[in-house]
């Protein structure tokens, strides 16, 4: 198994890419010999392709061009941005890894780069922030933009993401401007980490690593999600919350201690943790 992580040299980076694109490669050819009607994708996409990442920029300049700004420069745009910048290739791959790891739908390292928009989402976006860094904004805001048509993800290009995301389903994940997530979070859809008015400056939440955060929560204002904290499905969320807390409710309370080591990798969202805070079985049965 590739272990989920950011990757600490080039050489690390460079052999897990290697085999990974193995892989891609070689279920690309017997899915290709199986469905030929699938082929033109699988040769555009990866057969025709020099390596993995920019297979995966090539899937998204398809998805992303337009008439203002055709698929061909959109290309070049992404791999020269990921040419540049190893610590966005480390990152995607990263994310690329957490999928396979964390979600049991996904059976091969194929599917995210064709068909998930969780992934297509959150690499169109570290394009965008590194163009943000770089001053280009117009360029950057026109990323998110053609992300929040396309993919229905809404990330402002300015909020930085760590390696190892799972945006698992994505529909309808909203992140502001002075938002931070840390390496190794996993979120599902309809999560929103918003700010709680029109007042400017630092306003959005931050999550440190290694937290789930439960399908339709809203984590509003600048709070502190500590790490490996679990934020339960529903959850409207308002003030920090501890490190190794689960939190659940409208508005969000603690329940008790997360039950799992690395909440964001197990990806269980039932809230065992009831139970144990409750101190008596009996009292959740059934609800």
Known sequence: MIHNKTFDTPQALESAEEAIWKSVCDMAVATVEAE???????????????????????????????????????????????????????KILADLIAIKERDPACETYLQPILYYKGFHAITTHRVAHRLWREG????????????????AVDIHPAAPFGGGILLDHATSFVAGETSVVEDNVSIL??????????????????????????????????????????IGAGSVVISDVPAHTTVAGVPARPVGATSEALPAMEMNQMMVEITRHCGNDSDTKGR
């Open 136 to 151: 280009r904004k117009q360029l950057a805001y026109y990323l998110q933009s053609l992300s929040s048509e396309i993919f």
């Open 36 to 90: 030929p009607e699938i082929s033109e994708l699988f040769d555009d996409v990866i057969l025709s392709r020099d390596n993995l990442f920019e297979a995966i920029m090539a899937r998204l300049a398809r998805k992303l061009g337009r008439f203002a700004m055709p698929e061909e420069k959109i290309f070049k745009i992404f791999i020269d941005a990921c040419t540049a910048d190893i610590d966005m290739r480390s």
């Open 189 to 230: 859809h309809e999560v929103t980490l918003g700010g709680t008015g029109n007042a400017g400056g630092d306003r959005h939440p931050k999550i440190k690593s290694g937290v789930l955060i439960g399908a339709g929560a809203k984590l509003l204002g600048n709070i502190t999600v500590g790490e490996r904290a679990k």
